[in-house]
């Protein structure tokens, strides 16, 4: 049997808005490819753990080692060279209404790549397809149900190739159908991809 590496190790985290204290002395570590999943009643502090985790807000005390390197004792280079291994899909999805669907996809291969406009329309393409939007690139959000609406926020999430993938309440808002799709598309890619994912 092959032996788990840890890809996301949490060490005395503490979550708190000034001295309102949300979590407590978090520890647990989560393995490469594994999926895992923060459950707990409306206002527990779900999302809260999660942008702890996604580098968008630091803990009160404790850090995040991904791959062994610590990201919030770490330097401003170092969360930043290890913020680029993430990918983000928020929970109303945070498409841009006045892009594509394909224009929302390219805007962090403009932004963090040296990719040629051919090569940064034909991997949003891909991305697309990948969630099963091939043919929807140059729709709007407004021209497409909530359903695709997420899955193209995951395929943005995706577009830089990240280790990781993290997820804030993906289904929410769906209907059961709708969410189980989404739900059965994340674990496919991450059985393609094996990126290790959150929500």
Sequence with gaps: MTEKTPHIVVKGVTMAYGSYVIQKNLDFTIYRGDVFIIMGGSGCGKSTLMRGLSGLKSPATGDVLYGG?????GSSEDRHRIRRGFGVMFQSGALWSSMTLAENVALPL???????????????????SLVGLGGFEDFYPSEISGGMQKRAGVARAMALDPDILFFDEPSAGLDPVSARRLDDLILELRDSLGTTMGW
Aim: aromatic share 12%; glycine share 0%; charged share 15%.
């Design 69 to 73: 390197s610590s990201f919030w004792n």
């Design 110 to 128: 403009e932004q963090y790549t040296n990719l040629s406009p051919v090569q940064i329309r034909r991997i949003a393409s891909l991305k697309l």
